[in-house]
């Protein structure tokens, strides 16, 4: 069992940049994929940027250039951060992993992911 819990959302202007982290806690796998996805209300929970313990990362489109996903091992934490936002960019955030996970199948896509943050809420206004 793994738990996850997000924090540094907020309310930033447009352009500005803010850096969210996630805390993670319980079981340890050797294989593992981590992302961060983003809901906002009325919309599908959309995948921003994934990694994986082999190394692959992905960014979505909508985030390329402007977001990057990182992972400091000996904290446990994993770190999405986030430049140049826009008011499309609000949503609800959530760390998503997928512990024991073969990188090779490596998605961003909720299904992929079976533990899941509570979410921080990102406002650009």
């Known amino acids: 069992h793994v738990q996850l819990v997000e924090s540094g959302g907020g309310l930033v202007q447009p352009g500005g940049s803010l850096r969210l982290s996630c805390v993670a806690s319980g079981d340890t796998h050797m294989r593992y994929c981590l992302a961060w996805f983003r809901q906002a209300p009325g919309k599908e929970r959309e995948g921003v940027a994934g990694?994986?313990?082999?190394?692959?990362?992905r960014n979505a489109d909508s985030v390329k250039g402007r977001f990057a996903i990182s992972l400091d091992n000996a904290r446990n934490r994993l770190y999405l951060q986030m430049n140049s936002l826009n008011p499309a960019d609000t949503a609800m955030y959530y760390c998503?992993?997928?512990?024991?996970?073969?990188?090779?199948?490596?998605?961003?896509?909720?299904?992929?992911?079976?533990?899941w943050g509570q979410g921080t809420q990102v406002t650009v206004s």
């Open positions: 998503a992993a997928a512990p024991g996970a073969p990188p090779t199948l490596f998605r961003l896509t909720p299904d992929f992911y079976n533990y």
């Open positions: 990694m994986c313990s082999d190394g692959r990362r």
